[in-house]
């Protein structure tokens, strides 16, 4: 599997990324505007928030310790509970009344008495714009993980908290790092989202059969080869209608 999200990363080309930490009182909201060929995250370094995904029938409710990427770059808005719809305001009034200037944090919100504001580390990746792989196609409009420091292990949450430190600040060297965090980071939470549950539903569960695995990884090393059910059985290390079987169970 990671030979294949090896190929995911390479044909999606990231180019950029950028990231900046937030601090909101309540009551708060924030509409993001949906951009082509982006993929954003969010996690919450501290407290909650609850984040409403276009073309998602559900709300997330994002704890402490969660992460949320939404890859295809949809329009989100991530508001506390207390906040009605009609004061989720658009990002960039966000930042003109919070006179945030791109370095350090970007404090908004209410003048709650609360001593425990939502801290998040935001992310913005960015693709080439003819990028495009199967796999990150059958992405659903949001992976929402769960405990991120937990399931993707601590040095995972770890490397975000860095980049929430290092986000805004002038370094040497500090684009190229941030590229290759967001390549990590993006990887480690598509890996997360296969080998879940939530996988079955996109038809994607099937990069973490052993199995079927290494079929799709044959397969996506060699798009050229006149593949046929029988040789992709053989890379499976099944038999002709075992695999059948199998890679309809886990592709769909």
Not at 126 to 134: G, L
Request: negative net charge; contains cysteine; aromatic residues 8%.
């Amino acid at each position: 599997m990671l030979d294949v999200l090896s190929d995911v990363l390479s044909r999606l080309a990231i180019r950029g990324t950028l990231y900046f930490r937030t601090s909101f009182t309540s009551p708060w909201g924030v509409e993001v505007p949906p951009f082509e060929n982006v993929a954003r995250f969010h996690y919450a370094a501290r407290g909650e928030c609850l984040v409403r995904v276009a073309g998602a029938p559900d709300v997330v409710s994002l704890a402490q310790g969660d992460l949320v990427i939404i890859p295809h770059g949809a329009g989100h808005s991530l508001y506390c509970a207390a906040t009605e719809d009609d004061a989720i305001l658009h990002l960039d009034r966000v930042i003109e009344e919070s006179g945030y200037d791109g370095d350090g944090v970007l404090v908004y919100g209410g003048d709650s008495s609360d001593d425990r504001p939502t801290q998040l580390i935001c992310g913005h990746i960015s693709f080439a714009s003819d990028a495009r792989h199967a796999i990150f196609e059958r992405l659903p409009p949001y992976i929402h993980i769960r405990n991120y420091g937990e399931s993707s292990a601590s040095w995972m949450e770890a490397t975000l908290r860095a980049i929430g430190e290092e986000a805004g600040q002038d370094r040497m060297g500090a684009d190229l790092i941030a590229l290759k965090m967001s390549e990590v980071i993006f990887a480690q939470a598509l890996r997360t989202f296969i080998e879940s549950q939530a996988a079955e539903r996109v038809g994607l569960s099937g990069f973490a059969d052993p199995h079927i695995g290494r079929a799709l990884t044959a397969f996506h090393k060699q798009p050229a080869v006149a593949w046929t059910v029988e040789s992709l059985a053989r890379e499976a290390g099944l038999s002709r209608t075992g695999f059948a079987q199998r890679f309809a169970q886990k592709m769909g």
